[in-house]
């Protein structure tokens, strides 16, 4: 659907992730029969739906004298009324957490994973991540936008309106560019507002081996000043750990970063503790991500510096790992928690984002009120997007899904079963 003015009745239950008196579900801030007024691309209004019919019924409402003049504006005008038919709504999700766009895939691997080969002996045979960057690397856009498509559309089907997509299976030059226009490009395809991380430091690419310091020169004296020049990345993220980079070589980066005024998130202590939580804080990092491993200093870093969580349960599950993120001091801190899917060949083949929630309360033990304020509000906030997005409230953007279910907490409950009726993207029907 797409009406420059639209209202949405019959809402069942309102997920406005605007906490406020007489509002259900906590931090959820639920209106029940709710309606909800929609201007173009932004939500103009936000309230109970017997007021929103009545308002409409006097249409034209111009002699009402008792009400001030914007808000007879926001009545007078025409406005198509849409029945909702006691559908959930609910923010348009944000995946804040993808590598969706490579070449091949590493379905064999997994397999040889099944058979007990670790996943940090495949990458250091040369397997792994490795595999992946030269299937990107000899693969044409074309083939990577087409398949990048099918995942990005797979997501938006689960609700995503908005989608973080790294770069990282390039590793030169070239292909990491080639990596973040293919991104872009998905975004103006599919009406999702794609934002693209250069993930150069990734790891360290065959032709660098040994010469792990040089690499990250080349990335802060080659990759970087052309990113930014064609404004190509949003972010710069960086791999710290055993197998990738080591903390000095992220601060190192990091530092050219900042002095470009773009911001940094990190992927940290995922396998081991590298001390990864700490260094993200140091760096005021939009977030840090995975957090297995790290220890309750640098959650407190993390806390102090305004640092956001983004929790994986898609790699944890499938690289059978048994330590979890610190999941209680998150929470005791008040560290924003978001949830999102990994979505990459070798860790997480994972393209939902209700299973990545359904998998973050079963692995995590978070609530299904934590799960979807992660997909939502607290994903906006890791992405540095919370002020136009991940709640629904007037001036907000128009993301919203439209669910097939009773209840909110129906999305993290179950698994496999897609119940999304509808999802407007700026108000505009999606896919
Ligand atoms: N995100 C990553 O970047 C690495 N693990 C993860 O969860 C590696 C991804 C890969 O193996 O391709
Ligand atoms: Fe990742």
């Not at 693969?139 to 936008?145: K, S």
């Not at 990759?223 to 000095?248: G, I, K, N, S, W």
């Not at 979890?324 to 393209?351: H, K, Q």
Request: aromatic residues 4%; glycine residues 10%.
């Amino acid at each position: 659907m797409r009406r420059d003015r639209m209202l949405l009745v019959g809402v069942g239950e309102l997920v406005t992730n605007v906490p406020a008196e007489g509002r259900e579900g906590g931090a959820l801030g639920i209106v029940r029969d709710a309606a909800v007024l929609v201007d173009g691309d932004r939500i103009a209004w936000v309230g109970a739906d017997t007021h929103a019919r009545e308002r409409v019924a006097r249409h034209p409402g111009r002699d009402d004298r008792e009400e001030g003049e914007e808000h007879r504006e926001l009545w007078d005008d025409p406005v198509d009324v849409v029945d909702m038919a006691g559908g959930c709504l609910v923010p348009g999700f944000v995946d804040a957490h993808t590598h969706l766009v490579f070449g091949g895939d590493r379905a064999a691997e997994y397999e040889k994973r099944l058979s007990g080969v670790s996943y940090e002996d495949i990458a250091r045979a040369g397997g792994g991540i490795l595999s992946t960057v030269t299937a990107t690397r000899n693969a044409e856009i074309d083939t990577l936008y087409a398949s990048g498509l099918r995942r990005l559309r797979a997501l938006a089907a689960t609700g995503v309106a908005t989608v973080e997509i790294k770069s990282g299976y390039g590793l030169d030059t070239a292909t990491e560019l080639k990596m973040l226009g293919v991104a872009r490009d998905l975004g103006q395809a599919s009406g999702v507002d794609v934002r693209a991380t250069l993930l150069a430091a990734h790891t360290v690419p065959p032709e660098y081996v040994g010469r792990a310091d040089e690499y990250i020169d080349l990335v802060i004296d080659e990759m970087l000043p052309e990113v930014v020049e064609r404004h190509l990345a949003d972010a710069v993220d960086a791999y710290c750990e055993t197998v990738a980079f080591q903390a000095p070589q992220v601060a190192k980066l990091f530092r050219a970063v900042t002095k470009l005024s773009l911001r940094v998130k990190l992927h940290a202590d995922q396998l081991s503790d590298g001390g990864g939580a700490e260094l993200a804080a140091h760096f005021k990092a939009l977030s840090a991500d995975h957090l297995e491993f790290s220890n309750p200093t640098g959650i407190r870093a993390m806390a102090a510096a305004g640092t956001a969580a983004v929790l994986l349960p898609g790699a944890y599950l499938t690289l059978n790992e048994t330590q979890r993120p610190p999941i209680a001091l998150l929470r005791e801190l008040g560290v924003p928690m978001a949830v999102a899917t990994d979505c990459n060949p070798g860790t997480s083949p994972l393209c939902s984002m209700p299973e990545a929630m359904a998998l973050a309360s079963r692995l995590f033990g978070l609530t299904p009120e934590e799960c979807l304020a992660g997909a939502t509000r607290n994903a906006a906030i890791a992405l540095g997007l919370d002020e136009d997005r991940g709640t629904l409230e007037k001036g907000k953007r128009a993301d919203i899904a439209i669910w097939d279910v009773n209840h909110p907490r129906d999305l993290t409950y179950w698994m496999g079963r897609n119940r999304l009726h509808e999802l407007l993207i700026e108000g505009l029907s999606a896919g």
